[in-house]
C-alpha cells in the first residue's frame, strides 16, 4: 500500500515537502513517480525516479526528487511553489527490480497508486 502525506497550503514563494511511503513492500525495487491533478485538468507527471530522474519542464529547478531506503519512502522537496502547483499529489509505483531500469514519467508507466495529498498554494 502506497501514502503520500505532507501536503497543505503554503504561500507563493514557499517550501513543502512531501513523501511516499510503503508497507507491505520494499521501494528501492520499484520506480517511483509523484503525479498531480488540478481541478478540470488530466493528472500529469511531475517527477519519477528509476534507475534515472525525469521532471516535468514546469517543475524543474524547483522540485526534487530522492530515495531514503532506510525509512522506504521516496520525497518530493517542492521549493518556490506557485499558484498553479495547486493540486492533488499522488505517488505511483511500478516494479523494476534492482537492476538499472529506467521508467518514464507517463501515467500508464505506473500499475500502484496512493491515494493523493492536496497541495494549495495561495498568492
Known amino acids: 500500500q502506497l501514502q503520500a502525506s505532507g501536503g497543505g497550503s503554503v504561500q507563493t514563494g514557499g517550501p513543502l515537502r512531501l513523501s511516499c511511503s510503503a508497507s507491505g513492500f520494499t521501494l528501492d525495487a520499484y520506480a517511483i513517480g509523484w503525479f498531480r491533478q488540478a481541478p478540470g485538468k488530466e493528472r500529469e507527471g511531475v517527477s519519477c525516479i528509476s534507475s534515472t530522474t525525469v521532471y516535468a519542464e514546469s517543475v524543474k529547478g524547483r522540485f526534487t526528487i530522492s530515495r531514503d531506503n532506510a525509512k522506504n519512502t521516496v520525497y518530493l522537496q517542492m521549493n518556490s511553489l506557485k499558484p498553479e502547483d495547486t493540486a492533488v499529489y499522488y505517488c505511483?509505483?511500478?516494479?523494476?527490480?534492482?537492476?538499472?531500469?529506467?521508467?518514464?514519467?507517463?501515467?500508464?508507466?505506473?500499475?500502484?497508486w496512493g491515494q493523493g495529498t492536496l497541495v494549495t498554494v495561495s498568492s
Open positions: 505511483a509505483a511500478e516494479p523494476t527490480g534492482w537492476g538499472p531500469v529506467a521508467l518514464g514519467c507517463s501515467r500508464s508507466d505506473y500499475r500502484y
